[in-house]
């Protein structure tokens, strides 16, 4: 069983920035995903299991990157240059097998962790 623990969040004000990390064990893809009050659960960025390769939404490309660490099991996502749209829970997600082009779909993603809330104020 996969467990996946995030940490990081906080609030913060706008144009500053944050890492999140999430805590992961094995050789998975893995995913940022947030989801802000009243909306739908949204892709924000993917890297595959070698940590090659990165997707970001078009929301965050060019603020936010997402790499990991795979001798000490961690992903991160720095975030820079917050804004107050980006307030949501963010919740790391797992699969096993390699990122496909579906790599944006929640669905695709077998393991989640718990969430940490990220809060921006203008």
């Known amino acids: 069983q996969v467990q996946l623990v995030e940490s990081g969040g906080g ?5 500053d920035s944050l890492r999140l990390s ?3 064990s094995g ?9 802000a009050p009243g909306k739908e659960r949204e892709f924000v960025a993917a890297i595959s299991r070698g ?17 990991r660490d795979n001798a000490k099991n961690w ?3 720095q975030m820079n240059g917050l804004k107050p ?3 949501a829970i963010y919740f790391c997600a797992a699969r096993r ?3 496909g082009s579906t790599y944006h779909d929640r669905a695709q993603y077998d393991y989640w962790g718990q969430g ?3 809060t921006v104020s203008s």
Not at 51 to 66: C, N, P, Q
Request: neutral net charge; charged residues 20%.
């Open 85 to 87: 749209e980006d307030t």
């Open 116 to 118: 940490t809330k990220v």
């Open 11 to 15: 609030l913060v004000q706008a144009g």
């Open 97 to 99: 097998e390699p990122l």
């Open 22 to 24: 999430c805590a992961a």
């Open 51 to 67: 940590g090659a390769t990165t997707y970001y939404a078009d929301s965050v490309k060019d603020r936010f990157t997402m790499s």
């Open 27 to 35: 050789r998975l893809a893995m995913v940022w995903f947030r989801q």
């Open 75 to 77: 992903v991160y996502l």
